[in-house]
C-alpha cells in the first residue's frame, strides 16, 4: 500500500521560514518524481515545485523562485521543502505528489499539511 504522508505545516509570520516535508512508503522511491503542490482557498491546485528521482533536477512555480527549495532524500524516502520569505499569498494547503518515471507513469497523492502565513 503507498502512502505519502506530510507534516511540517503550522503558523508562521510574514517574512518567516518553515520546512514541510513527506514520507513516502510502498513504493520505489528512486523510481518516482515527487512534486509539491498547493491549494488556496477557493482556488485550483498547483504546481509549486518538482525534483526527479535521481535528484539531479528541480523547477519551480515562478512565484516561489528564490524563496523556495525542493529537495530528497533517497535513503530516507523523503522529500521536503525549504520555504524562505513567506508571504500571506503563500497560505495553503501544501500536497505531496508522486509520478513514476517509467512506463504507466503511476501516480500518488499525500493529504495535505495547512500552511498559514499571518501576523
Known amino acids: 500500500q503507498v502512502q505519502l504522508v506530510e507534516a511540517g505545516g503550522g503558523l508562521v509570520q510574514p517574512g518567516g521560514s518553515l520546512r514541510v516535508f513527506c514520507a513516502v512508503s510502498?513504493?520505489?522511491?528512486?523510481?518516482?518524481?515527487m512534486s509539491w503542490y498547493r491549494q488556496a482557498p477557493g482556488k485550483e491546485r498547483v504546481l509549486v515545485a518538482s525534483?526527479?528521482?535521481?535528484?539531479?533536477?528541480?523547477r519551480y512555480a515562478d512565484s516561489v523562485k528564490g524563496r523556495f527549495t525542493i529537495s530528497r532524500d533517497n535513503a530516507k524516502n523523503a522529500v521536503y521543502l525549504q520555504m524562505n520569505s513567506l508571504k500571506p499569498e503563500d497560505t495553503a494547503v501544501y500536497y505531496c505528489y508522486a509520478e513514476g518515471e517509467y512506463y504507466l507513469r503511476p501516480t500518488y497523492w499525500g493529504q495535505g499539511t495547512q500552511v498559514t502565513v499571518s501576523s
Open positions: 525534483i526527479t528521482g535521481g535528484g539531479d533536477r528541480t
Open positions: 510502498g513504493l520505489t522511491f528512486n523510481l518516482y518524481a
